[in-house]
């Protein structure tokens, strides 16, 4: 389940009014976002309540923004693009490949390090002295394994005597901890706070201990310009998607 139900009343209030503006857009073909994997969960509950208002589908393509980005680039039939990090859109805008100023930071992720079962909220310290294994994101596709990988390199005693388990995005590293095939590793405080998994059992990484997560939106060129892609990239732009995104687990605007 997407957000618990003490959240559900609340944002779905805030998403009704945020459609308001962009209510009875013409029926068109879907509208095809690809998203990173962090941010998967969140994208389809907006998702929902932009087709809920304007009848115009979306449909999602979830991976790891490495791959997206090389899946765009080859001319996959895309209209917008939700990355976990800045790189990757401003590499297709030297391409040629966005439309003009659609590049936008729509939000900005933070890491936590999730060790399932515990009775205290983990210490990083105290799980590498404690764990011989370690689950990340690939650092080469996702911002999020990249920035694991930052965070292990403040311990370089400690963590070269771990075993790192990469997955291709932070969906699988998510899955590989809560199969217990992993004593834990780092995934997105938003994966964490979707499942409704016990504050006990993560630790939310310090923010100085690794670039900030800025996740990053384009309109992408090279199909016939759809038009829900604008509306939908002002719905993410909004100010109520803001307060949305916070209680979801990322930062917004300077926060």
Same mark, same amino acid.
């Given at each position: 389940?997407?957000?618990?139900?003490?959240?559900?009343?609340?944002?779905?209030?805030?998403?009704?009014?945020?459609?308001?503006?962009?209510?009875?857009?013409?029926?068109?073909?879907?509208?095809?976002?690809?998203?990173?994997?962090?941010?998967?969960?969140?994208?389809?509950?907006?998702?929902?309540?932009?087709?809920?208002?304007?009848?115009?589908?979306?449909?999602?393509?979830?991976?790891?923004?490495?791959?997206?980005?090389?899946?765009?680039?080859?001319?996959?039939?895309?209209?917008?693009?939700?990355?976990?990090?800045?790189?990757? +859109?401003?590499?297709?805008?030297?391409?040629?490949?966005?439309?003009?100023?659609?590049?936008?930071?729509?939000?900005?992720?933070?890491?936590?390090? =999730?060790?399932?079962?515990?009775?205290?909220? +983990?210490? /990083?310290?105290?799980?590498?002295?404690?764990?011989?294994?370690?689950?990340?994101?690939?650092?080469?596709?996702?911002?999020?394994?990249?920035?694991?990988?930052?965070?292990?390199?403040?311990? +370089?005693?400690?963590?070269?005597?771990?075993?790192?388990?990469?997955?291709?995005?932070?969906?699988?590293?998510?899955?590989?901890?809560?199969?217990?095939?992993?004593?834990?590793?780092?995934?997105?405080?938003?994966?964490?706070?979707?499942?409704?998994?016990?504050?006990?059992?993560?630790?939310?990484?310090?923010?100085? =201990?690794?670039?900030?997560?800025?996740?990053?939106?384009?309109?992408?060129?090279?199909?016939?310009?759809?038009?829900?892609?604008?509306?939908?990239?002002?719905? /993410?732009?909004?100010?109520?998607?803001?307060?949305?995104?916070?209680?979801?687990?990322?930062?917004?605007?300077?926060?």
């Amino acid at each position: 389940m997407l957000i618990r139900r003490a959240k559900r009343a609340v944002l779905l209030a805030l998403g009704l009014t945020i459609f308001a503006s962009h209510a009875e857009l013409p029926p068109e073909r879907p509208l095809v976002v690809a998203v990173a994997a962090n941010f998967a969960d969140t994208a389809a509950y907006l998702a929902a309540r932009f087709t809920e208002k304007t009848g115009v589908p979306v449909r999602l393509i979830m991976g790891s923004t490495g791959l997206l980005t090389a899946q765009i680039s080859q001319g996959a039939p895309i209209d917008l693009f939700l990355a976990a990090d800045t790189e990757r +859109p401003q590499s297709l805008i030297t391409k040629n490949l966005v439309m003009d100023q659609s590049y936008a930071i729509y939000a900005r992720g933070r890491l936590v390090l =999730w060790v399932p079962g515990v009775v205290e909220p +983990p210490n /990083l310290a105290d799980f590498m002295a404690g764990f011989d294994t370690v689950a990340i994101a690939n650092p080469v596709l996702a911002p999020y394994g990249r920035a694991a990988s930052e965070v292990l390199a403040r311990f +370089p005693e400690k963590s070269q005597a771990l075993r790192v388990v990469r997955g291709q995005n932070t969906s699988a590293t998510y899955t590989q901890i809560a199969s217990r095939s992993v004593p834990g590793g780092f995934v997105a405080l938003s994966q964490v706070l979707a499942q409704g998994v016990p504050r006990v059992e993560y630790m939310v990484v310090p923010e100085n =201990w690794h670039e900030p997560i800025e996740q990053a939106m384009v309109l992408i060129k090279g199909r016939a310009i759809h038009p829900a892609g604008q509306p939908f990239r002002d719905f /993410l732009l909004s100010e109520k998607t803001s307060v949305m995104l916070s209680s979801l687990g990322y930062l917004v605007g300077g926060g």
